[in-house]
């Protein structure tokens, strides 16, 4: 009987834990305290505290309302979902009401038994519905997700066929009722199995925000240099005969800026830029800051014609951005070079080439793209040999 308490506690302690190492996680502390919760109501029911079978009824009934409610709030809070405060509130004294009333005005054990377990599964099914949206997510979150569901749904049939329509008479025959025995198996394997996951999920969280701040620039949003460049290695390792153009595209006059208007507004400026490219690429580009106000994009199955096409679009959405800063510091513009993977080049040939392209514009006057013969070869040879 002390198994499930037990256990929880563990957990709760592992949650405290996880939000020790990553404070900002505010959701492991509702599951923490969802895991104590629980173990105080199971204690509450062991050792009968507050003695009294109807006293003892109504506070182990508000201790696992609780829990199940924060456990809820907890897994939708890392979502950033609610149900809110005053729902909970509601929802705790509808059901420790309820309790009570078929207790001290309608005595009905039975009544009570589906009050609590298809209360509880009903509140875990709303929460797995509000986060359906996690089945097209990472493999943890599709974990998370199913496993919610099927702890929510087993409250209903597992009632069902273990209490039916009669409840126990006594304590004794109660606690060695099959009812009492399937919960406590029930809670031990899938309740585990729910803590157990959502524990995999807060660490797979904070294991993402680290390689999330390796590989990204934190002023523009968009990839840094490592993470462009393992972008680029995986792409090409996964589609070695796409094919694959690259633009670099360079901020003109950006030293200017700086000088004219300060560091702050050249640092908004990178970031508004690097927005424009976000915003204008495609969904499968890859858009990187390699370094000062240099950005990259990577453009996979797109030969030179239509990079040269992207890269147009991408500069004409910088001359003509129309953000804040842009606006206040007067025309903000940049210069492109471009250029396509070939059958037998490598990753940094490519790269030289498309730099020195993208210095051919700047020299010839600013604000336009540069994209060389070699690239509409090697489409034209790619053409022959297809």
Known sequence: MLMVPGILSVFGVAFVCAWFIDKKRDYLLLLAAGCGLFA?????????????????????????????LAVAEGVLLRSQKRFGWRLDVGVVCLLTLALAWFFYIDRNLLA????????????????ALKLRSLVGGRLVDKALFWVL??????????????????????????VNSVFWQALQLS????????AFTILAAAIADVIDDLRRERDFDPLTGVLNRRGFEDQVSLLLMKSPRGTTSLALCDIDNFKSINDTHGHDVGDNVLREVGQLLRASARKRDIVGRLGGEEFAVLLPDTDAREAHECAERLRMAIEHGGCATLDAVGPVTASFGVGSLG?????????KRVDSLLYQAKRAGRNQTVADELSHRFDRQAEVES
């Open 343 to 351: 059958p037998k080049e490598t990753w940094q040939s490519l790269y």
């Open 187 to 194: 809670l031990a394997v899938l309740g585990v199995a729910l």
């Open 112 to 127: 009570r038994i589906y009050i609590q377990n298809f209360g509880y599964g009903a509140i875990l099914l709303v929460a």
């Open 149 to 174: 569901l099927v702890f929510s749904l087993h409250f209903f049939p597992r009632t069902l066929l273990t209490v039916g329509l009669s409840a126990p008479v006594d304590r004794i025959t109660f």
């Open 40 to 68: 105080c109501g199971a204690m509450s029911q062991i050792f009968g505290l507050p003695p009294g079978i109807g006293p003892n009824a109504v506070v182990s009934g508000a201790l696992y309302t609780s829990a199940v």
